[in-house]
Structures are given as structure tokens and as C-alpha cells.
């Protein structure tokens, strides 16, 4: 006997949309746990050694593994412009994270996974799950988020490069100017893509401006969280 009845919406489409949302939920609730977990390490003193190199690498390689495949689908359903926006991220994020375990860049790791958190989640469910079309919400989380995870990469690198000075306050205000500043520079990025490619990602004045002050929000929460969690004293 079918479960199934004939004109029932229920279908194989519907079947791997679930399934699909299904592996999404599976996903983020892992690389959550890596990013807490990572956390958790810094906070009580231990580096993990190469527990975190390890796992670093193995999340590195399922990001590369599940933003290809986005890519491929959405570029076999006519989205090439999508699937250059997700490559491009993609090439961005990995060199970024080799330059850091290379280089041995001042950045922990459990910030390191909250950025690849964020390109996995623009990629595959903004893009691959086309969110980004189906939900303004979530395009106004992931500028928050986004510019939350790379407003404090973005400072780790910097005083790995240049000495920090200053009060906390102050530097924790640096990263939420920083944070803002990242913000602009994309919403310009979208702008000049939009132009070349002939893209919609920016759709007017009130779309620009709620995803300037998206971004400003997550900016001030880096700043926030730097404060308390990231910064010492000088």
C-alpha cells in the first residue's frame, strides 16, 4: 500500500528538500559544535596542539568538497553568477585559512571556524538552498553574522602584523569601526558585481541601507565580544 495518494504534494522533490534541510540542520549543528568546542579550549587555557590543526584541516576539506558541489548544481540550473559568488568566496576563505597555519598568524582557532561557518552557510544554504531569494531575514542575519566573524579574523590578522596599543575600549572600538568598514567594502563589492555581471544582489536604497545597519550590529557585538573575550590589557 502507498503512502502517497495521487495529487498528493507530497513528492520527490519535496523528499530531497527535506532531506536536504535535514543535512543542513546535520551540518550546522557540527560545525557549531567545532566552534564551541574550539572555544571552550582557548577560554581555559589549552591550544588543543594538533587536535585543532587536524581538525581545522578536515573542515577545510569539507568546505572545499560542499561548495564545489554547490557550484557544479547551481551552475547545471543556469546560476553561473552564483556559483562564481560561492567559488569566490570558497578560494578566498581557504587561502585565508592557509595563510594563517602557515604563517602562524595570531588567529584561534575557534574564529577560524566561525568563518568558515559563514561561508558555508552564504554558499550552500544562501546560495545552493537559495535563501537568499526566499528569505530577506537571512540575508540580514548572514551580514550580521558575516561581519561578526570576519570584523575579529580581520583584527586577528592585524596585530599579527602590526603591535597592538591603546585601552581595550579603544581597540574594541577599532573592531567595531573595522567591522563597518568590512560592511561598506562589500556592499561596493555587490554594487561593481552587479554592474559586471548584470547580477540584482542589491535591489534599491532600503535594501542597501538595512544591510549597512545589519552589518553595523554585527560590527558593535565583535566589538562586544572582543572586549570581554578576546582582548587583554595592555
Not at 534541510?21 to 577560554?43: N, Q
Amino acid at each position: 500500500m502507498s503512502w502517497v495518494q495521487p495529487g498528493s504534494s507530497f513528492s520527490a522533490l519535496s523528499i530531497k528538500q527535506s532531506l536536504a534541510t535535514l543535512v543542513a540542520f546535520c551540518l550546522v549543528s557540527f560545525l557549531y559544535l567545532s566552534v564551541l568546542f574550539s572555544f571552550l579550549m582557548t577560554i581555559l587555557g589549552h591550544n588543543g596542539g594538533k587536535i585543532m590543526l587536524w581538525l581545522t584541516l578536515a573542515l577545510l576539506v569539507f568546505l572545499i568538497i560542499s561548495l564545489l558541489r554547490t557550484a557544479a548544481r547551481l551552475r547545471k540550473r543556469g546560476k553561473r553568477a552564483d556559483a562564481s559568488a560561492v567559488t569566490g568566496s570558497l578560494v578566498f576563505f581557504a587561502a585565508l585559512t592557509l595563510a594563517v597555519l602557515l604563517l602562524r598568524l595570531d588567529v584561534p582557532y575557534y574564529l577560524l571556524y566561525l568563518g568558515l561557518f559563514t561561508v558555508w552557510m552564504n554558499g550552500y544554504v544562501g546560495y545552493g538552498l537559495d535563501k537568499f531569494k526566499t528569505s530577506t531575514r537571512f540575508d540580514r542575519y548572514m551580514h550580521a553574522f558575516g561581519t561578526f566573524s570576519f570584523a575579529l579574523i580581520a583584527y586577528c590578522v592585524i596585530r599579527s602584523i602590526v603591535p597592538e596599543g591603546g585601552s581595550k575600549l579603544f581597540r574594541a572600538i577599532f573592531v567595531w569601526a573595522l567591522g563597518g568598514f568590512l560592511g561598506a567594502a562589500f556592499e561596493v563589492y555587490e554594487f561593481l558585481r552587479d554592474k559586471m555581471k548584470g547580477t540584482r544582489n542589491q535591489h534599491g536604497l532600503y535594501d542597501t541601507d538595512t544591510d549597512l545597519a545589519a552589518d553595523l550590529i554585527g560590527g558593535f557585538l565583535a566589538g562586544v565580544f572582543a572586549f570581554f573575550f578576546l582582548l587583554t590589557s595592555p
